[in-house]
T-cell receptor
Framework: DAGVIQSPRHEVTEMGQEVTLRCKPISGHNSLFWYRQTMMRGLELLIYFNNNVPIDDSGMPEDRFSAKMPNASFSTLKIQPSEPRDSAVYFC?????????????FGDGTRLSIL | TQLLEQSPQFLSIQEGENLTVYCNSSSVFSSLQWYRQEPGEGPVLLVTVVTGGEVKKLKRLTFQFGDARKDSSLHITAAQPGDTGLYLCAGDSGSARQLTFGSGTQLTVLP
């Protein structure tokens, strides 16, 4: 079975550029999560969707970050303009249902470097 | 903000040794999950504990949820190099905020 698929795996770009990260959740999962992982701050929840609707975006750092889920099989996380402090590994995860005790299935992440 | 503190932050041991890592909070969680993350990959769920005092075993791994549901431990018996990874605990407060992840314990098992 296909797991959560993220693209690209690696992205290196200069500050000020727009960055778009993509995620395909596991088929049938109705909750999707975007996380950011750094050495300093660990794994932080940025935003999550249920049935394609954003439920909680309080973890989004600032207005430069936006996320969309146009359908059940695709989500994007966009950073515009990007800054060096956005460098991190960004993970997408999906799960069945909204209950916090549902297991989350993570993709392999996008390693983002902003120069 | 509910915080989960994990200790130790780093642990390096020889193959065959036993170890315990801890996940502590001042908050009560309705459930707690343990994940393992290997380099270049996302976290993978190991176990979910729900009941205070619950003990779950997964081969050589033993997970315990504290009676008050504020803390948890992971004990590994006879560690093997394949156990190397970042161990993350994640608590569910029951609110819409979803999981809160701890900062992790980086375990290295040397052959």
């Amino acid at each position: 079975d296909a797991g959560v698929i993220q693209s690209p795996r690696h992205e290196v770009t200069e500050m000020g550029q727009e960055v778009t990260l993509r995620c395909k959740p596991i088929s049938g999962h109705n909750s999707l999560f975007w996380y950011r992982q750094t050495m300093m701050r660990g794994l932080e929840l940025l935003i999550y969707f249920n049935n394609n609707v954003p439920i909680d975006d309080s973890g989004m750092p600032e207005d430069r970050f936006s996320a969309k889920m146009p359908n059940a099989s695709f989500s994007t996380l966009k950073i515009q303009p990007s800054e060096p402090r956005d460098s991190a590994v960004y993970f997408c995860a999906s799960s069945l249902g909204v209950s916090g005790n549902q297991p989350q299935h993570f993709g392999d992440g996008t390693r983002l470097s902003i120069l | 903000t509910q915080l989960l503190e994990q200790s130790p932050q780093f642990l390096s041991i020889q193959e065959g040794e036993n170890l315990t890592v801890y996940c502590n909070s001042s908050s009560v969680f309705s459930s707690l999950q343990w994940y393992r993350q290997e380099p270049g990959e996302g976290p993978v769920l190991l176990v979910t504990v729900v009941t205070g005092g619950e003990v779950k075993k997964l081969k050589r791994l033993t997970f315990q949820f504290g009676d008050a549901r504020k803390d948890s431990s992971l004990h590994i018996t006879a560690a093997q190099p394949g156990d190397t990874g970042l161990y993350l605990c994640a608590g569910d407060s029951g609110s819409a905020r979803q999981l809160t992840f701890g900062s992790g314990t980086q375990l290295t098992v040397l052959p």
